[in-house]
């Protein structure tokens, strides 16, 4: 018996080798272009090429059948896939040859099976990087024989169930070549799938008749993807990509302006954007008041956002979600990367720490700026220093099992230093975020998440620098939630999960050196909230042309002592307070939220899609500063005075691909309720004020909007058009008299156009152009005189306008190094506001007397009044040169 055993394992170590052998040569790379060529033509020079044997019978081959092929330098077996598997041939490997089998004989003969259904199977596995081993988010995977497919999740998780069968299946992502993996599907099969990265913007590869349906089917116009090298190839600020100010690309999106990180999304104010990194909230995402973003670029590995209509897994936000993957580290080898430039430089470490198994990645940036005082633009210096830390680090335990710890960290401070190198003011923040992660497959059909996320924002401002007497706001959160997936089958992928956080506020305190006590400072109740949250949610697909995505959320969230709270009157007037006790609930708050998204599919081109959705936002920023350059956040939760912010959103959208073109284009009109919306008094005063939540009042918004998009994805030439119509208004009882009146964000025209040029291996240019109708301000309509002062008279709120904005940015990029070297440099020039465009970000106007000593003011009063304003700007044109390395 054991002899048996021992020649049954050398035979099948024999074919094992034997094949193993041959395989190489089918590995090997090889060119192959033809033009209308019989197939059998096509089969003959790839034998001749490959130096290998064919093997079939030409009577039950179409070998006069007519193809075009184009294969540069890609593996036979790749060749072997486009050329046969298109035209209904299989092929396989015996003694040293390609065996050519028609796929309709592979079942002659066979007796027929009575009329029963096919038993079904599961392919799953994970889509990783070849050469790093980094996950691939978003993914397509597909099969050539029916077009079923799925896409993978955050983690590069894929699962697709199929009736029992031969399948050539497509694995796909943008940057990436096409891999195609035949799997005979007789069993529950796991396909861990390492894809190729290509350096080159066009595809290699071309066969006619492509496949587009997956596109059409996942695209969601309201959900836009950045990948890691899409966003390499944005012109950020200074040589140094900006996550955040790459959202301004987006159509929908409106940024403030020059040196602002403030962006906000159809209609929504900015504290309405959730911006996540691995899962957990960053509540402040930018450096020196918005010019970086505190992410650094080479950490990231893929950004998705989500304009208002966002699956039901995400919430406690009204407007957009930004989800950020930071990446796993470098699974294969050691490495680093960095950019050193003029105003900040950044080093990134990764590799191994067990090869396959284990890795790690850690990448800090610091800001290279105070030699910009030496140029002494100004009476006074300043000291800026702004740095960051992010770090990962991820285990595999076995194929079921992934767990991953992630840490941020960012710091900033600006402060003004006189003559005597002394600081007479400043102010500071600091972001923090961790999180682990449990990966967690049950089986080939659920996945499960688990999360514990901690995050917390401190902003200090110094009051009296020689005293030490600081003002700080200070908002945290601990979450713990675990989210499944569950693929049912090619048409239904249900997710849902459920979470518990704890949230604290503080919106803002005096702090005096040693713990000292001041009998006229009185201190602002402290907030602690409670949120549970379940969701459950399906995308399914209903016969060929309707795709479905639909769920819905359910918050509660629950007040919590120990705290103060005030009460006031009709007219916001204070009449009583009271103390709640520790653990003691105040106020609970209950608001489901359906969502529901339609997909349908016209022809292979074209797509309609319709939405809509119902969110709630417990957690609010207060604040009436329209400064773009303010990282002063006082964050409070809803309660007694203020009640919970809800919108309802619609939206209508097409999806097209220009035939003979690899041209995109979209449009999408959406129309955006906002219930309670805050607002506030005239002149309310909500710095260090115990009573601020009676500032506040609740009020209705509207928001409405076309979105157009044209896109050009491939090729040496890639960029897009934008251009965004969108209004909002807000109307609030006791506000401007009751009327409705524009937002301050409201903007109506925005307009954006991307366009990169890769002319060849060592160069790349690109070029972003944006306009933006002016921000809405409230200028006086006049003044008048009153004890020897004057004193501006106010009509309407937002009566007035900033000049319009617009900016180009430039970078060129040199490739130093040849693409097959180890190590990869390059320079790079940058151009920020290219034409020196003065865009003002703030209007004082100045009260000029006419010949007869009559003021002259800004009005929308008749008669021929002159305007003299004086306006700020940030700057005009800002240049950078930049070195990068990668090793």
């Not at 005597?420 to 003011?425: A, E, G, H, K």
């Amino acid at each position: 018996m054991e002899n048996r055993k021992l020649i049954a394992l050398f035979f099948i170590c024999f074919l094992f080798f034997s094949v193993f052998s041959f395989s190489q040569d089918l590995d090997k790379k090889i060119t192959i272009v033809v033009k209308n060529q019989p197939l059998g033509e096509v089969i003959r020079k790839i034998g001749e090429e490959g130096k290998i044997f064919f093997s079939y019978n030409p009577q039950s081959l179409p070998l006069d059948r007519k193809i075009t092929l184009k294969a540069r330098d890609i593996s036979i077996r790749e060749i072997l896939d486009l050329a046969l598997k298109k035209n209904g041939i299989n092929y396989f490997v015996l003694e040293n040859q390609v065996v050519l089998k028609a796929v309709h004989d592979e079942t002659a003969g066979k007796p027929a099976e009575p009329n029963r259904p096919a038993a079904k199977h599961t392919i799953s596995g994970y889509l990783k990087d070849k050469a790093t081993g980094e996950v691939l988010i978003g993914a397509n995977v597909y099969t050539r024989e029916n077009h079923s497919g799925t896409t993978t999740n955050g983690y590069g998780f894929y699962s697709l169930t199929l009736p029992a069968k031969t399948y050539q299946v497509v694995y796909s992502y943008v940057g990436y070549k096409d891999y195609v993996k035949t799997i005979d599907l007789q069993q529950d099969e796991e396909a861990i799938v390492e894809m190729e990265g290509t350096s080159l913007p066009i595809r290699e590869v071309e066969i006619q008749a492509k496949n587009r349906k997956e596109e059409i089917q996942k695209s969601s116009l309201s959900e836009f993807r950045f990948s890691a090298k899409t966003l390499s190839q944005l012109p950020g600020f200074a040589g140094d990509l900006d996550i955040i100010k790459s959202l301004q690309a987006v159509p929908g999106i409106k940024s403030y302006g020059d040196g602002s990180g403030l962006f906000y999304v159809r209609g929504g104010n900015s504290d309405q954007n959730l911006i996540l990194i691995d899962e957990a909230p960053i509540y402040n995402p930018s450096h020196l008041f918005g010019f970086f973003s505190v992410l650094a670029p080479d950490a990231i590995n893929e950004m998705t956002v989500f304009k208002g209509d966002f699956p039901a897994r995400y919430g406690g936000r009204l407007s957009s979600v930004i989800d950020i993957k930071a990446k796993n580290g470098n699974l294969k080898r050691f490495g680093f990367s960095g950019n050193i430039g003029p105003y900040a430089s950044e080093l990134t470490l990764e590799g191994p720490i067990v090869k396959d198994r284990s890795s790690f990645i850690i990448s800090g940036r610091v800001s290279t700026m105070n030699w910009l005082n030496n140029l002494h633009l100004y009476s006074n210096s300043f000291s800026v220093l702004f740095y960051d830390v992010n770090a990962k680090v991820n285990f595999k335990a076995n194929n079921n099992n992934r767990f991953y710890l992630t840490f941020f960290y960012g710091y900033d401070h600006l402060g003004q230093v006189n003559e005597s190198s002394y600081p007479t003011s400043g102010m500071s923040w600091n972001n923090m975020a961790g999180t682990f992660r449990w990966n967690h497959a049950f089986s080939n059909k659920l996945f499960s998440n688990t999360t514990l996320c901690y995050s917390r924002y401190h902003y200090y401002l110094y009051i009296d620098n020689e005293q030490k007497d600081v003002w700080n706001s200070a908002i945290s959160n601990l979450t713990l939630k675990t989210d499944f997936g569950w693929y049912l089958n090619p048409k239904n992928t249900i997710r849902a999960g459920f979470e518990v956080t704890s949230h604290n506020s503080d919106p803002g305190n005096v702090s005096l050196p040693n713990n000292q006590s001041d009998p006229n400072v009185i201190p602002i109740p402290l907030y602690h909230s409670m949120e549970y949250d379940f969701y459950v949610g399906n995308d399914q697909k209903v016969g060929k042309r309707i795709i479905l995505n639909y769920g819905i959320r359910l918050p509660v969230w629950q007040d919590i002592g120990p705290t103060t709270v005030y009460h006031f009157d009709a007219y916001h007037n204070l009449i009583d307070s009271s103390v709640v006790s520790n653990m003691t609930t105040y106020a609970v708050f209950f608001s489901p939220e359906p969502r529901l998204n339609i997909r349908f599919i016209l022809n292979e081109r074209s797509s309609l899609k319709a939405s809509y959705s119902r969110t709630t936002q417990f957690l609010q920023v207060l604040s009436n500063s329209v400064s773009p350059f303010t990282s002063l956040e006082v964050w409070a939760p809803c309660g007694p005075n203020i009640k919970p912010q809800k919108a309802d959103q619609v939206s209508l959208g097409y999806y097209l691909q220009v035939p003979k073109t690899t041209l995109n284009f979209s449009a999408e009109l959406f129309y955006t309720l906002f219930h309670d919306h805050i607002d506030y008094a005239n002149h309310a005063n909500l710095l260090f004020n115990r009573l601020l939540e009676g500032e506040v009042r609740n009020g209705q918004a509207r928001a409405y909007g076309l979105e157009l998009m044209v896109r050009k994805p491939e090729g040496k030439f890639t960029g897009w058009i934008g251009y965004t119509y969108s209004r909002t208004f807000v109307k609030t009882p006791e506000i401007n008299d009751s009327q409705e009146y524009p937002a301050f964000y409201d903007r109506p025209h925005n307009v954006c156009i991307y366009l990169a040029w890769v002319p060849g291996k060592h160069w790349e240019l690109s070029a972003n152009w944006l306009y933006l109708t002016g921000g809405a301000i409230t200028t006086p309509v006049g003044f008048f005189y009153n004890n020897g002062y004057s004193v501006p008279v106010y009509g309407d709120r937002n009566n007035d306008r900033l000049p319009d904005y617009h900016r180009l940015d430039i970078a060129v990029k040199w490739k130093i190094s040849r693409p097959e070297q180890r190590y990869q440099h390059s320079l790079i020039l940058t151009l920020y506001n290219a034409y020196g465009h003065m865009n003002p970000f703030s209007v004082n106007f100045n009260k000029t007397v006419d010949g007869n000593g009559n003021i002259v003011v800004p009005a929308n009063m008749s008669g021929s009044a002159v305007l003299v304003p004086t306006t700020i700007s940030v700057a005009g044109i800002i240049p950078s040169i930049n070195y990068q390395f990668k090793f």
